[in-house]
């Protein structure tokens, strides 16, 4: 079974949906077409130079990666630049590049990895994006055909309540239709009113799984005309967001909590601004440069935020307001994502029925201190 670069695209969309992605990021497929039959996928955390070398080496068809390598519009495509070079040989080696930035960070894998990692518990968002919305699917089936149609809407992602799958609603009733001219109907007569009995199937789907849900429903109910009815509902979905605060098991020194993050995330060095004598619990953590949510974190009364890229007057002024902060880097917070992404491909993709080989990139953290 040859896999397109559609179905990667589809996966990696089912996975973080591209709308989830802010207004400034540019995700999705950046480069390539999508009907290109990927064999060999790199996954990285950036195509750098080095990376798409590796890739030209390694026979890659696909890199993905989470960081974007375009992120504005492009005047000229040489290679004068080292952007330039970078898309030119990707075309030429018939490289595509998919990458999941904020959209990523949205859905929270990074964050909940990230927050995993460091074996933080009650773990809850730092800032919320939005909250998905919810629908009730109701939809008329012949008893004959309950289970088929049950079996395909919950495959395509219905009736997730919680920790809890296949849930809906079953009611016996009579139905009533009258074929008309033109019609070829499953069961029935035409001009002759059918009354037969049915089940009422009701259950609730995510905004995000609504089409293909009403497409595998479709698919499966034998009616020519299928009747179902789609209502918006005022239950709270799930929230999605950026970082995440949480919980030690017990209060430790900055200090030691740095050793922790450093062995974790297997860094040398990291940055602390704070007292190193001072215990905390309450942790704040944003991968990647976590700027914009440390007032977050002061809200929601964080003892420390771990995150990267963190200039010198921003510290000293969540200093000045009480929150300490460990700056374990870009790269350092983010890296994880790779074996991440990597093991959720390997895991779709490579299996008895489907031969694509995921790979990690050998990137390595770009910051050296001495």
Not at 21 to 48: P, R, S
Not at 255 to 263: C, D, F, G, M, R
């Amino acid at each position: 079974m040859s896999i397109k670069t559609s179905d990667i695209i589809q996966y990696m969309e089912d996975l973080s949906p591209s709308q989830y992605a802010y207004e400034w990021d540019n995700v999705g497929l950046l480069i390539g077409e999508k009907d290109q039959t990927i064999e060999k996928i790199l996954v990285a955390l950036d195509a750098t130079e080095n990376v798409v070398e590796e890739a030209i080496n390694k026979g890659v068809d696909m890199i993905i990666t989470h960081h974007p390598m375009i992120f504005k519009g492009v005047k000229r495509i040489t290679t004068q630049d080292f952007l330039g070079r970078k898309i030119i040989k990707m075309i030429k080696n018939d490289i595509s590049l998919y990458a999941a930035h904020t959209n990523l960070d949205a859905v929270g894998s990074l964050s909940d990895l990230l927050a995993n990692t460091l074996q933080l518990k009650q773990i809850e968002l730092l800032n919320i994006k939005e909250t998905k919305k919810l629908y009730k699917m109701v939809v008329f089936t012949p008893i004959t055909h309950i289970e088929a149609v049950r079996e395909a809407i919950c495959a395509k992602g219905a009736g997730h309540i919680g920790d809890y799958s296949h849930c809906t609603y079953n009611s016996l009733g009579e139905g009533t239709f009258m074929p008309l001219e033109g019609t070829h109907p499953y069961i029935g007569t035409k001009n002759q009113l059918e009354k037969i009995e049915e089940i009422k199937l009701e259950t609730i789907v995510k905004s995000k799984d609504l089409q293909k849900v009403t497409q595998g429903m479709l698919e499966a109910h034998p009616y020519e005309e299928v009747a179902y009815d789609i209502y918006p509902l005022e239950n709270q979905g799930e929230q999605i967001g950026v970082g995440r605060i949480g919980y030690l098991e017990e209060a430790m020194t900055i200090e030691a909590l740095a050793h922790l993050t450093k062995q974790k995330l297997k860094m040398d060095k990291l940055r602390i601004y704070g007292d190193v004598n001072k215990k905390v619990k309450k942790i704040a953590i944003c991968p990647g440069k976590g700027l914009s949510f440390i007032k977050d974190a002061m809200k929601k009364n964080a003892d420390i935020m771990i995150t990267g890229d963190v200039d010198y007057h921003t510290a000293i002024d969540a200093l000045q307001e009480g929150l300490p902060i460990i700056d374990a880097g870009h790269f350092g917070t983010e890296h994880i994502v790779v074996g991440y992404l990597a093991n959720k491909l390997i895991e779709q993709f490579n299996s008895n029925s489907k031969n694509v080989e995921v790979i990690q990139s050998e990137e390595q953290n770009p910051y050296i201190t001495l």
